[in-house]
């Protein structure tokens, strides 16, 4: 039964309007509307909060500070953060005091009334402040391969530089919500737009002082997330919480846009200081890197983000000597944390740009300079000592470079360029090679529960949240396949912390991987039951009236075929009995129609202490060609082409891959083209909104656009698939390095110090 292209679960229900996002549920009698006084200032001492003009204000049903929280630390690795300031401010837009009124106008005005007194202090708002003054969090972190420095003495040339780049906010479409209803026994049932329900759970329950299992948190779906709620929405909640368990009344926090941009993480700036040795043919001999990531002013998630840069600054090219250091540096800027990629853009950005400056420190084309780096064979080992297998990076290149027509395109560029007085086109191909799994091992976890009724048709829960990318729509095909059932006859349950407990979040591109894997073990479970009681049914058809089939789940049932709706002998296909039917022939003889499966991915995992291991299951490979044409006179950038190969392994839904490719790959390009985060020299984020923040539009997407999945599969994942979420999202880079290329052209051996996102500003500044 072919299903690789099913329509996501909910588009008719996107399209029409019909899909219930959180906002959208009714209010709830008695129900509060929750919102937060943010710190006017980056850092300073808290002098007094007063509260009492605010719970004057008719409406106002409370005004809650640190005082009224059980705990007031969290941190998802370092709890270094308290749920509100109760001492010290440390970032712009810090909460420090939750408002809960009636309506939403009386609940602006009481926030207002809320007096903070407040003695600023010196803030750190950069890489380059926090180095000068040794403000760091956790350790400094280094992978070392061979001998760095020896090699850098003897290879025949030498690069040093700097690399910086910036922000990128994750302009979801719904901002942080969450509706909290008290129950009995102080119990607490939490609607979370969350990436990480479990979190929300243990946080709302240690900050309120209750027991994990008196907090339930659910999530139907989300309005994007790319990170942005894997560990930050638990906050909210949270607030929302508090506010509930406190006054016995349902709770709504819900944040506008313009404060959600204003006092929330980003993707990490990074800059980072360099040196690289290679040959004249431009094949490197030695790396030795610093990576400097901005963390902000607690640690989030900075550790495992930096982490993760570190372990792909070699991307998809073998460095056979290479020392890699990392370090977070704490300023007084929002906490920074996860962003799709994970630091994984960051640690490419740095090497992609390295390679391009060697091609044009030689003469040559970065596209052979990139090709003669990429690793060869299944033999070369990472920097942290991981073999990589299954290597497709080598007919990636090759197979994109033929379909792309780059050789010819790269001759014709070089004639415009030499002849417009007023345009420069540039082209770059650029790779992705990015490892697929949590880097800490314990998160490598998930679970899933299916259920079939009488009538056939099944529901299912995972850890899975779904924020648009369709994860539930690829669990409803394992499912719907496994049983050789329609899909319509399988629905995916939101997901809740009473169903499915101690789960991961969904990210790490690893949603599908781990809740795929478990769904299919639930499900093989369920298999095997059905299939034994119904070879126990063929063999004795005649039975007393009180008679039941004896199972013991140990049976060889592999003569057994689910197959177009039926269980069928594949012996003797003519014996064969619906689904439906052998689902109530088990539940007369009460048989369990359950499963629950619990997986694990079987990885060696990584030593972060020393810097080696074996951290990923596998890659997901991919390369990208880009052509832009960037005006001379005002610096605006135009890309003409793009041409996407990726690896995805064989695909459980081709069609929603497909989607997610186009969809990273556009994210991508707002990083580093568009997407320029402002702030004041105070440190107030000033472009916090879609009119002052620009994300691409249409006429930021490529003109011509193709995209290409290489036939593959990956034996070590479920059904031979490969992860998408986050690896295409790196391909954007290919618009900034083309960038880099054009601005190249005007001189020979020019290196322009072009920084990410290469706005049109930027540009403009670059060009001579």
């Known amino acids: 039964m072919k299903t690789k292209s099913l329509p996501h679960d909910s588009a008719r229900g996107h399209v029409t309007g019909e899909s219930v996002f ?77 408002v809960a009124a009636e309506n939403r106008a009386t609940l602006a005005a009481a926030k207002k009334l809320v007096k903070v007194e407040i003695e600023a202090l010196p803030a750190i708002l950069s890489i380059d402040e926090a180095r000068a003054q040794e403000a760091f969090i956790a350790v400094e972190r280094t992978i070392l391969k061979g001998d760095p420095d020896t090699a850098l003495a003897q290879s025949p040339h030498r690069l040093d530089g700097v ?116 040959d004249t043919e431009g094949r490197i001999q030695a790396l030795d890197v610093k990576l400097f990531a901005d963390g902000g002013a607690y640690a989030d998630l900075s550790t495992s983000i930096l982490e993760r840069a570190m372990l792909h600054s070699d991307n998809a090219y073998h460095l056979p000597n290479a020392r890699i250091v990392g370090r977070i540096c704490r300023t007084h800027n929002t906490p920074h944390t996860a962003f799709r990629g994970f630091g994984g853009p960051q640690g490419v950005a740095m090497i992609e740009n390295v390679l391009e400056e060697i091609a044009i420190y030689l003469g040559k084309d970065a596209l052979d300079v990139r090709r003669i780096n990429c690793y060869q064979g299944e033999e070369q080992t990472t920097p942290y000592g991981q073999v990589v297998v299954n290597n497709t990076l080598p007919a990636l290149f090759d197979r994109l470079s033929e379909t792309a027509n780059y050789a010819q395109r790269r001759t014709e560029i070089q004639a415009f360029n030499a002849s417009s007085q007023t345009h420069l086109r540039g082209l770059a191909l650029t790779a992705v090679k990015f490892g697929i ?67 991961s979040p969904t990210a790490a591109s690893s949603g599908s991987d781990i809740n795929g894997a478990a769904v299919v073990l639930a499900c093989a479970q369920l298999q095997q039951r059905l299939k034994a009681c119904l070879l126990a049914h063929w063999a004795q058809p005649v039975r007393g009236a009180l008679e039941e089939l004896s199972i013991t789940g140990q049976e060889d049932t592999s003569q057994i075929l689910f197959q177009d709706g039926y269980l069928v002998h594949k012996d003797n296909p003519e014996q064969r009995m619906a689904f439906a039917e052998a689902v109530n022939l088990a539940f007369f003889n009460r048989i369990s129609l359950s499963g629950y499966g619990h997986f694990k991915t079987p990885i060696p995992g990584y030593d972060r202490d020393a810097g080696k291991g074996h ?154």
């Open 22 to 98: 959180l906002d959208d549920r009714p209010l709830q009698r008695g129900e509060l509307h929750v919102g937060l006084v943010f710190s006017p200032v980056a850092h300073g001492k808290i002098l007094s909060v007063d509260t009492s003009a605010a719970l004057a204000l008719s409406g106002v049903a409370g005004v809650f500070t640190a005082a009224d929280l059980h705990h007031n630390l969290w941190g998802t690795i370092i709890q270094d953060q308290p749920l509100l300031a109760d001492k010290t401010v440390n970032f712009w837009g810090e909460a420090i005091a939750i």
């Open 163 to 278: 690399f910086e780049n910036k922000g990128q906010d994750h302009f979801y479409l719904e901002s942080h919500i969450s509706i909290v209803y008290p129950l009995e026994n102080d119990q607490l049932e939490v609607h979370a737009s969350s990436q990480h329900p479990t979190e929300v759970q243990h946080l709302v329950s240690e900050a309120l002082g209750l027991r994990q299992s008196q907090v339930t948190c659910i999530v139907k779906r989300m309005g994007g997330g790319f990170g942005g709620k894997e560990s930050q929405a638990a906050t909210f909640s949270a607030y929302a919480a508090l506010v509930a368990h406190k006054l016995k009344r349902p709770a709504r926090l819900a944040l506008s846009k313009d404060e959600d941009m204003q006092t929330t993480g980003k993707r990490h700036p990074f800059k980072d200081w360099y040196s690289v040795g290679f």
């Open 437 to 503: 799994s949590f880097t800490s091992r314990f998160l490598n976890q998930g679970n899933a529960l299916v259920n079939i009724h009488r009538d056939g048709t099944i529901q299912v829960s995972t850890g899975a949240t779904e924020m648009g990318q369709g994860v539930n729509t690829k669990l409803q095909q394992l499912v719907a396949e496994a049983f050789a059932i329609p899909y319509q006859n399988v629905t995916l349950l939101p997901t809740a912390t009473d169903k499915n407990h101690n789960t």
């Open 615 to 768: 951290p990923f299951l596998y890659y997901t490979n991919g390369v990208a060609a880009c052509e832009v044409l960037i005006d001379r006179l005002t610096g605006e950038l135009k890309i003409l082409r793009s041409d996407v190969l990726m690896d995805l392994g064989r695909p459980i839904n081709e069609g929603i891959d497909r989607g997610q490719v186009t969809g990273a790959f556009v994210q991508g390009l707002g990083w580093v083209t568009t997407e320029n985060l402002v702030y004041s020299d105070t440190g107030a984020l000033l472009s916090h909104s879609p009119t002052t923040y620009k994300i691409p539009n249409i006429q930021d997407t490529p003109r011509e656009f193709h995209l290409e999945l290489l036939e593959n599969e990956e034996p070590s994942n479920v059904r031979g698939s490969k992860a998408v979420g986050e690896p295409p999202l790196l391909l954007g880079f290919a618009a900034w390095a083309a960038v880099k290329n054009a601005l190249s052209s005007t001189h020979a051996h020019y290196n322009p110090p072009l920084r990410l996102p290469a706005t049109a500003e930027v540009i403009l500044s670059c060009l001579k």
